[in-house]
């Protein structure tokens, strides 16, 4: 992952940061303004998921279109949080093999 991408992503999911386990398991998938990295211009998102377990997924994303909003390359990361508050930070590799792709 390009360095200046995953600084991106990092800001991105620090806004989350300090929110309850009912706020983080309450955000739905959110799509944000564009923002421009070296010229290209990617498209964030951020989803929370529920896990069987009551452990939350929250995913922060970076979305850069090549062709028609139909063939693109996505970037994320997150982090995991428990409802007694332990959080665990996740990365494109982790995310990949738990989850598969965003």
């Known amino acids: 992952m390009n360095p200046r991408v995953r600084s991106a992503l990092e800001e991105m999911r620090s806004h989350y940061d ?21 010229g290209k211009r990617y498209f964030p998102a951020v989803w929370a998921e529920i896990f069987p377990d009551q452990e939350v997924l929250l995913v922060v994303q970076l979305t850069k279109w090549y062709f028609f ?26 995310l990949m093999h738990e989850v598969g792709y965003p």
Do not use: N
Request: hydrophobic share 30%.
């Open 18 to 38: 300090d929110l309850s386990y009912e706020e983080v398991s309450s955000v739905k998938w959110r799509k944000m303004a564009p923002i421009s990295i070296e």
């Open 69 to 94: 909003k139909c063939i693109g390359a996505t970037d994320c990361i997150g982090f995991t949080l428990t409802p007694d508050g332990r959080r665990k930070y996740v990365d494109e590799h982790w």
